[in-house]
C-alpha cells in the first residue's frame, strides 16, 4: 500500500518542477503554467494528508483552491491578453515599463 | 528528497469511511455553505474582470 511519504514526495517534486518553470521561462504562458504546478502540488498534499487522517476538511479546501486557481488562471490570461495587444510580446523580460 | 521517505509518518490509511461525494456535498452546503457562497462570488468577478481585461479596443 502507498503510503503518506510517497504522496508528499510526489507533491515536492511537482512543486520542484512548477517553481523550475516560474524562474526559467520567459514566456508569461509558461510563468503562469509553473505556477499552476506549485498550486497543485499543494493540493496532492490537501489531498493525501485528509485521506490519511480521514478528515474530510482537506478535500473541501481543495476544492475551494481549484475554484480559486480557476479564477486566477482567468484573470491572468485575460492580462497576458490585455498586454500582447499593447506590446505584442509577452515575453517577461521585455515587460519593464509599469507605463501603458 | 529521501528525508521525506525517512520521515517518521507510517500513519495507516484509515478505511473509507462511508460515500466520500455524498459526505463532501453535505459539507458543502452545511457547515461550508456561506464559504461555498462567496466562492460563486469570486468566480463571478473574476470572469468579468477577465471579460473586462481581454474586451476589444473598439
Known amino acids: 500500500m502507498t503510503g503518506l511519504s510517497s504522496y508528499l514526495v510526489l507533491a515536492a517534486l511537482v512543486f520542484s518542477i512548477g ?72 515575453e517577461a523580460d521585455r515587460l519593464d515599463l509599469l507605463r501603458g | 528528497m529521501g528525508f521525506l521517505l525517512k520521515a517518521p509518518l507510517a500513519t495507516p490509511r484509515p478505511e473509507q469511511a462511508g460515500d466520500t461525494t455524498a459526505s463532501l456535498g453535505r459539507a458543502l452546503v452545511g457547515p461550508f455553505a456561506v464559504t461555498f457562497e462567496l466562492l460563486g462570488v469570486l468566480l463571478v468577478t473574476a470572469l468579468v474582470g477577465a471579460l473586462y481585461f481581454a474586451r476589444s479596443e473598439e
Open chain 1, 19 to 90: 517553481l523550475f518553470g516560474v524562474l526559467t521561462r520567459r514566456n508569461a504562458v509558461g510563468i503562469l503554467l509553473g505556477i499552476e504546478l506549485m498550486l497543485n502540488a499543494v493540493n496532492i498534499n490537501l489531498v493525501a494528508f485528509a485521506r490519511f487522517h480521514g478528515d474530510l476538511t482537506g478535500l473541501i479546501f481543495t476544492l475551494f483552491t481549484i475554484s480559486i486557481t480557476v479564477a486566477e488562471v482567468a484573470v491572468g490570461l485575460a492580462i497576458v491578453i490585455a498586454i500582447f495587444r499593447v506590446r505584442r510580446t509577452v
